[in-house]
């Protein structure tokens, strides 16, 4: 049975527009069939409700795209196993999702549609599952790690240094899901701040938002000595292949995965000049600049600029981050890498673009705070890479 992605994909435009109620109509229908599954998920459902759709989102409109697709499927079915997801689980889901769909596209639903849907949900099922099994014999579903350093730089801000027990490989720019012993089944996706060390530790930023209940507790109510679960490493932001010069633009915590790369073309020998633009609304935020000087004065091509955006007496460059880009000469020639709050991202990208930047070199991903758990929220996209076949977090 082929895959008709047009039928798919009107079909699914249906269901777009009324994402949260779909959402909500999925998980009833798994869990009444299936009530044995519901100890699998985390008892507040919000934002696995964000994720489920931000996934679907992305699947349906790659399918004319079958090697991204395979591949992002291929790192979906690797991380599901932290959740202990079973081949045999996938059925459930299956027939929950088809009846979902069935529900919200009624006005158009046909037997051609089903069919289309089963043969697209039976083959991107078989992609999760087998790098699932491949993986199973290679890496563990999920590492425990123990906190060796807690260093709270702010009363909201803190950067955890952990140990893993195992060997966790990663590239530099992804990102690890996080779940405390506070919160079992719930997981939070945090950016690796360092390219990888030889001594396997890895750093998180993490902001305290509040009602967050992950960032709540690894900010405020973590200690060293504490044992941390990571899923394993995912996402495709990473170090540039060539020697371009980079820009790097990080509003608050979403410096984490810009500094890890800047690390890493540094220990590449490479010698480009890097120009890392750091933002905070108040100086006191600006949370990470010692390290940032250390690192710049051991490496002269390396400019870090802090930036304050809310603070009128500030000494230093104030404005926003794509204002205070706009202050400097042209970036049309460098590879540039965006990260922090959503709508700063949108602005830089927008204003990169216009400075001849080609998507081919802008890389970015929107920074959104771990929600309240319980609160509604939008339906975040996917992980986004520009260009990306495609999402937090």
């Known amino acids: 049975m082929s895959v008709n992605p047009r039928l798919i994909k009107e079909s699914f435009a249906l269901v777009e527009p009324v994402a949260a109620q779909a959402a909500a109509y999925f998980y009833g229908r798994l869990f009444a069939e299936s009530p044995h599954l519901r100890g699998m998920f985390p008892p507040a459902l919000d934002v696995q409700r964000d994720?489920?759709?931000?996934?679907?989102?992305?699947?349906?409109?790659?399918?004319?795209?079958?090697?991204?697709?395979?591949?992002?499927?291929?790192?979906?079915?690797?991380?599901?196993?932290?959740?202990?997801?079973?081949?045999?689980?996938?059925?459930?889901?299956?027939?929950?999702?088809?009846?979902?769909?069935?529900?919200?596209?009624?006005?158009?639903?046909?037997?051609?549609?089903?069919?289309?849907?089963?043969?697209?949900?039976?083959?991107?099922?078989?992609?999760?599952?087998?790098?699932?099994?491949?993986?199973?014999?290679?890496?563990?579903?999920w590492w425990l790690a123990e906190v060796i350093d807690h260093d709270r730089r702010t009363e909201d801000i803190a950067v955890l240094t952990l140990r893993p027990a195992q060997p966790l490989p990663f590239t530099a720019g992804q990102y690890v899901n996080v779940q405390t012993a506070r919160w079992?089944?719930?997981?939070?996706?945090?950016?690796?701040?360092?390219?990888?060390?030889?001594?396997?530790?890895?750093?998180?930023?993490?902001?305290?938002?509040?009602?967050?209940?992950?960032?709540?507790?690894?900010?405020?109510?973590?200690?060293?000595?504490?044992?941390?679960?990571?899923?394993?490493?995912?996402?495709?932001?990473?170090?540039?292949a060539g020697d371009r010069d980079i820009l790097a633009v990080a509003g608050g915590t979403g410096l984490a995965p810009l500094k890890a790369i800047v690390e890493d073309v540094i220990a590449s020998g490479r010698r480009p000049n890097i120009h890392l633009l750091f933002g905070a609304r108040r100086e006191r935020e600006l949370y990470d600049l010692p390290d940032l000087a250390r690192l710049e004065s051991s490496w002269p091509w390396l400019r870090v600029l802090p930036v304050v955006s809310d603070e009128p007496g500030y000494a230093g460059m104030r404005g926003s981050l794509p204002d205070v880009m706009g202050r400097f000469h042209s970036w049309g020639e460098h590879v540039?890498?965006?990260?922090?709050?959503?709508?700063?991202?949108?602005?830089?990208?927008?204003?990169?673009?216009?400075?001849?930047?080609?998507?081919?070199?802008?890389?970015?991903?929107?920074?959104?705070?771990?929600?309240?758990?319980?609160?509604?929220?939008?339906?975040r996209p996917a992980y986004s890479r520009c260009p990306s076949p495609a999402p937090g977090r």
């Open 51 to 141: 994720r489920l759709f931000g996934a679907l989102t992305r699947i349906v409109w790659s399918l004319d795209s079958p090697d991204g697709l395979a591949a992002y499927l291929g790192q979906l079915g690797r991380d599901h196993r932290k959740y202990g997801v079973l081949a045999e689980h996938y059925t459930a889901v299956g027939n929950a999702l088809l009846a979902t769909v069935r529900r919200f596209a009624a006005e158009i639903w046909t037997s051609e549609i089903e069919a289309a849907w089963v043969a697209a949900y039976t083959a991107a099922a078989n992609i999760m599952i087998d790098a699932a099994e491949s993986d199973s014999g290679v890496s563990p579903a």
């Open 184 to 240: 079992p089944r719930v997981w939070r996706t945090f950016s690796i701040a360092n390219a990888p060390r030889a001594d396997n530790t890895i750093s998180l930023h993490v902001r305290a938002v509040p009602g967050g209940w992950v960032s709540t507790a690894l900010v405020r109510h973590t200690r060293i000595g504490d044992t941390l679960m990571l899923g394993p490493p995912m996402g495709t932001m990473a170090p540039p």
């Open 336 to 379: 540039a890498y965006v990260c922090g709050p959503p709508a700063m991202v949108e602005e830089a990208v927008r204003r990169l673009r216009a400075d001849g930047v080609p998507l081919s070199r802008i890389h970015h991903d929107t920074l959104r705070p771990e929600p309240p758990c319980g609160e509604p929220r939008e339906p």
